[in-house]
T-cell receptor, first 113, second 114 residues
């Protein structure tokens, strides 16, 4: 079974703090994704990576950056957290891109005060 | 880019009834349409998908239909059970082409009343 894990289930940070969310997958998948989930808006893609050190912007990259130094690990960085970044963050991985199953992590619920 | 709209946003049915969730997409080049189920407090998981060379696909009590001309696809759940209660997301993509990601609909909260 594919296993995708995220570093925290719940996180509370203050406005202006730098926040790191980590995701690890154990299936040697090429592709990894970071989504933000908000009620009524579905899953919106923040960034994705199709190879080590490669990254592409998704639909809502503003205020976020990412890092992929190793194939199994994909980090989402909030350079200066703001209250409108309070949300559920989901990581996913897949073998292929659009046409392959994405396997999701359990999610991190981030609250920015 | 691709835009996916999903309806209804909430759906309540009696156990044993059928449930239908509909999605429309904007990019006629999209050719891969998965459905994900997210139970309360859990991660989304793929339950069924369909590619554009197929009009319908079934897996036990769930089925997906695709109308490429009208650019819409639907999820059908028959004989609903309480464990079907969850949020369902549709998505669309231009297959495996690099740079073409999944675009998700807004989700449907299905409640099955025992």
């Amino acid at each position: 079974d594919v296993k995708v894990t995220q570093s925290s289930r719940y996180l509370v940070k203050r406005t202006g703090e730098k926040v790191f969310l980590e995701c690890v997958q154990d299936m040697d998948h090429e592709n990894m994704f970071w989504y933000r989930q908000d009620p009524g808006l579905g899953l919106r893609l923040i960034y994705f990576s199709y190879d080590v050190k490669m990254k592409e912007k998704g639909d809502i990259p503003e205020g976020y950056s990412v890092s992929r130094e190793k194939k199994e690990r994909f980090s989402l960085i909030l350079e200066s957290a703001s209250t409108n970044q309070t949300s559920m963050y989901l990581c996913a991985s897949s073998l292929g891109l659009g046409g392959d199953t994405q396997y999701f992590g359990p999610g991190t619920r981030l609250t920015v005060l | 880019g691709e835009n996916v709209e999903q309806h209804p946003s909430t759906l309540s049915v009696q156990e044993g009834d059928s449930a239908v969730i509909k999605c429309t997409y904007s990019d006629s080049a999209s050719n891969y349409f998965p459905w994900y189920k997210q139970e309360l407090g859990k991660r989304p998981q793929l339950i069924i998908d369909i590619r554009s060379n197929v009009g319908e696909k079934k897996d036990q009590r769930i089925a997906v239909t695709l109308n490429k001309t009208a650019k819409h696809f639907s999820l059908h759940i028959t004989e609903t059970q309480p464990e079907d209660s969850a949020v369902y997301f549709c998505a669309a993509s231009i297959g495996n082409n690099a740079g073409n990601m999944l675009t998700f609909g807004g989700g449907t909260r299905l409640m099955v009343k025992p």
